[in-house]
């Protein structure tokens, strides 16, 4: 499936993966730096840092003719920059990247405007019922205490406390100490590309990152209020394990067959059979040794109810009526996906990315995802038996009719 | 980059068209009909696009669509817009035989086999489309307005595609079952197959497939109404439950295969393109009273609509906002304009190019997309390319083309904001 995925290191401290794909003269860059929102001194220091630090490389590539849109997407445990570039600026963009890096610097009036944008950002985002759907999923999944139950957007009370020591020192320890892998898919050869970044990298000392503590969930029925919409979003969670665990991929397969397809079992009843969503899905989400399954649906005010009889009822069955036909088809699928995903550079750098961050050796891609396709029926019945004994958050945003069910109601000023 | 591709024209007016990409070791089809919501009678304003959710209901021969395919590793999607409609499936290259009599099937039947309890589900899942789409989401109702403003309400192009709850209630299902024996007809369609495949054996098998059914003679021709780049009013304004401002600034522009499109479309980038784009780096970065600068432009058939977009931090940077587009084209217009720019811009659209041929989903589209309004493949790859050789005084003309014509001004205000 897979041309190969070569690993080397540079002699200024990089980790290098990278696939070469000669079919267009395209590459795809993925730079990941260690240190995240799990160990900075307050939520949200690490997005404003990065958003800062974004902003002053769009303003000095200005005039330089560079192709390809820049994002840095800030994690529990990275922060990793993105380009698809032409293959032609690739040296440009890393000297441009370390230019940046080194010369970077900021006044406390673009920090005050950085603020002001992420304030924004959290009204805006509580304009959106899945937005907070999304966030409150967070903080009752994660615990009051953890430091990742605020995301990576921090609260509106921690970003006002971010001062210019704060960024300056997050920067420091994270981006100028560069702790960094790079994933690139792109034409050149590993030599050329290890070349590259002896040559416009800066030095990079490796390091592995922190482990996410445990969550500490709050379980029960939650109720966050939004009077001016007439859908609900519906939210079931349910913790389970992480990708260590032996059933890992029991559990993709299992998600993908409950919600993650279009011919799932969520989608067959909730939209085909009742009519009662536009959308319904699943997702699986996890760290080294935690995870959450998760099913979102919205539905109409007044069928909610139902909505929430016939999800709790998938979920509650999921542990049995597992064919063969299921699983094949549910593989199939997956094979599918994959080959989709890895058909371009951009993707098969994302799953690349992925797999880093998993801790398991990219260059292993393809005998990794094969570990999907020798699954049996044993194996996801096995991962969907925990999941259906697992205890639940029920979360609703919206604005509820009289339900059977005894809710806690979350208020928006915990965001 | 060489696209090459074979083409034959049914006797009953079908064409098919098969295209190889034997890197993406899959086979997809689009299977594109020549209908949309610009052809939907005022009282059936959302039809097209419901009978788009309708064609997936299955019928006598095949009763569940989804679970006939999917088993087989293969999935399927769906789009409506103003001048089409278009079905794609894709799978392992296997399946290609039975993507092909699953088409085939609901061509033939889907019309008269569509059961009334499949058309009420249909109707409600569409109308939680709204409501998810629109209703649940800051300004939604602008954007439901916007065509109408822009068009006229009593122009093709002048309402929602999606319709309304209103008109999806009113629709009966014998108008549903006339409209799809009207439209989704072998002499109204265009079926592009391609990704792994060989080329000529793909086409024997779709003719043998396809060369049976009867074209139809009912279909309505479609007349373009006169073009005018004049919008229906100039300035429309939604208050909502929202915490921030919204502006968009909206033109008609000419038609797809236009030559001035290509030019607005460089034009478009060399403002909005985040990092260099002129108002990105203005209003985001160096005045900084907005964000979200965004700029696209949608070529259609017998209108195209280009867009200019920004949250503007406060209700007074909403005029700031505005003023700062048209002063740009006005810099742009009267010649102050670099060829470091244009450069930049080409690169860019080089990129988008690549980037899209590379994807076969996205290569499926631009090709459909082609396949809307020609009837080969002769100039595709010229066509996309023919961005290398825009000049800065072509891009000069375009910026005066948008300030000779008004555009229309779309305000999003939050309902706490005094009037």
């Known amino acids: ?415 | 980059m060489n696209i090459t591709t074979q083409t034959c024209l049914l006797h009953n007016g079908m064409r098919i068209v098969t295209h190889a990409y034997p890197r993406s070791k899959t086979v997809h089809l689009g299977l594109l009909f020549n209908v949309g919501s610009r052809n939907e009678q005022p009282d059936q304003f959302g039809i097209a696009h419901l009978c788009e959710h309708l064609m997936f209901c299955g019928t006598k021969n095949i009763p569940d669509f989804d679970a006939h395919m999917t088993p087989y590793g293969a999935s399927n999607n769906a789009w409506t817009s103003m001048d089409a409609t278009c079905y794609l499936s894709n799978g392992p290259k296997d399946v290609l035989p039975l993507l092909l009599s699953m088409e085939v099937d609901r061509m033939q039947h889907i019309a008269t086999d569509l059961k009334t309890e499949n058309i009420a589900i249909e109707m409600d899942v569409v109308r939680n489309e709204i409501r998810e789409q629109y209703e649940l989401s800051p300004y939604g109702d602008l954007f439901l307005q916007q065509n109408s403003a822009l068009f006229g309400a009593n122009h093709p192009y002048g309402h929602p595609i999606i319709g309304s709850h209103d008109s999806l209630q009113s629709i009966t299902v014998a108008q549903i079952r006339s409209f799809i024996q009207q439209w989704y007809a072998p002499n109204n369609a265009t079926l592009l197959i391609s990704g792994d495949i060989q080329p000529q054996k793909a086409l024997d098998m779709a003719q043998k497939a396809f060369a049976r059914l009867s074209s139809s003679s009912t279909q309505v021709k479609n007349t373009p109404p006169v073009w005018s780049a004049q919008p229906q009013i100039e300035k429309l304004h939604v208050r909502d439950q929202a915490s921030y401002h919204f502006l968009s600034v909206e033109w008609i522009v000419p038609p797809r295969g236009n030559p001035l499109l290509q030019p607005l479309a460089l034009l478009v980038d060399m403002l909005c393109a985040p990092r260099y784009g002129k108002l990105y780096q203005l209003l985001e970065i160096t005045d900084k009273c907005a964000t979200g600068v965004e700029g696209s432009l949608h070529p259609q058939m017998w209108s195209s609509q280009l867009s200019i977009s920004a949250i503007p931090n406060t209700a007074s940077d909403i005029q700031t906002v505005s003023d700062a587009i048209f002063a740009e084209l006005e810099q742009i217009a009267n010649g102050h304009v670099s060829n470091i720019s244009l450069q930049q811009c080409k690169k860019r659209q080089k990129l988008g190019w690549l980037l899209s041929l590379e994807d076969l989903n996205c290569r499926e589209e631009l090709m459909l997309s082609w396949l809307q309004n020609h009837t080969s493949f002769s100039g595709f790859v010229e066509h996309f390319q023919r961005a290398e050789h825009v000049t800065l005084p072509d891009i000069i003309q375009a910026a005066q083309w948008l300030l000779k014509n008004n555009p229309l001004l779309s305000i999003g205000t939050p309902l706490a904001t005094p009037n």
Not at chain 1, 63 to 92: P, V
Not at chain 1, 300 to 313: D, F, N
Request: aromatic fraction near 10%; hydrophobic fraction near 35%.
């Open chain 1, 1 to 415: 499936m897979l041309p190969p995925i070569k690993h080397c290191q540079s002699t200024n401290g990089w980790h290098i993966y990278h696939c070469q794909q000669k079919y267009l003269p395209i590459f795809s860059l993925r730079l990941l730096f260690t240190g995240g929102c799990l160990d900075a001194a307050l939520p949200g220091l690490t997005r404003l840092t990065d958003h800062l630090f974004l902003r002053y490389l769009h303003t000095i590539s200005r005039e330089k003719i560079i192709s390809g849109d820049l994002h840095i997407s800030s994690h529990a445990q990275y922060s990793i920059l993105s380009i698809d570039g032409l293959q032609e600026e690739f040296t440009d963009v890393l000297s441009w990247i370390t230019h940046s890096i080194q010369n970077f610097s900021f006044s406390q009036k673009d920090i005050d405007y950085v603020q002001f944008l992420t304030q924004q950002d959290l009204l805006h985002g509580s304009d959106h019922p899945d937005v907070l759907a999304a966030w409150g999923v967070e903080q009752l999944y994660w615990g009051i205490d953890h430091p990742l139950r605020w995301g990576a957007r921090g609260s509106k009370a921690s970003i006002r406390q971010l001062s210019k020591d704060h960024i300056q020192s997050s920067f420091e320890r994270r981006w100028r100490n560069v702790k960094g892998t790079m994933i690139v898919v792109s034409p050149h050869t590993t030599t050329d590309i290890l070349q590259h970044c002896q040559t416009h990298l800066p030095n990079s000392t490796p390091q592995k990152p922190l482990a996410v503590p445990h969550p500490m969930p709050q379980f029960g029925d939650f109720h966050l209020p939004k009077h001016d919409i007439s859908q609900v979003e519906l939210r079931v969670i349910r913790p389970v394990f992480g990708f260590e665990h032996p059933l890992y991929w029991g559990m993709e397969l299992g998600t993908m067959a409950l919600g993650g397809i279009f011919y799932s079992r969520l989608n067959q009843v909730l939209r085909k059979e009742e009519g009662l969503t536009y959308g319904a899905s699943a997702s699986y989400n996890y760290y080294r040794q935690n995870g959450y399954f998760q099913l979102a649906v919205s539905a109409e005010q007044q069928k909610i109810q139902l909505a929430i009889e016939k999800t709790i009822g998938i979920l509650n069955d999921c542990a049995h009526h597992w064919s063969e036909e299921e699983l094949e088809m549910t593989k199939k699928n997956l094979r599918q996906q994959f080959i989709d995903l890895l058909g371009t550079n951009s993707s098969l750098a994302d799953i690349m990315e992925s797999c880093y961050f998993e801790g398991k050796d990219p260059c292993q891609l393809e005998q990794y995802l094969s570990q999907a396709f020798a699954l049996t029926q044993h194996d996801i019945e096995g991962a969907m038996r925990i999941l259906a004994a697992s205890p639940q958050i029920l979360l609703l945003v919206g604005k509820l009719p009289n339900l059977p069910i005894s809710i806690k109601q979350l208020t928006l000023s915990k965001f």
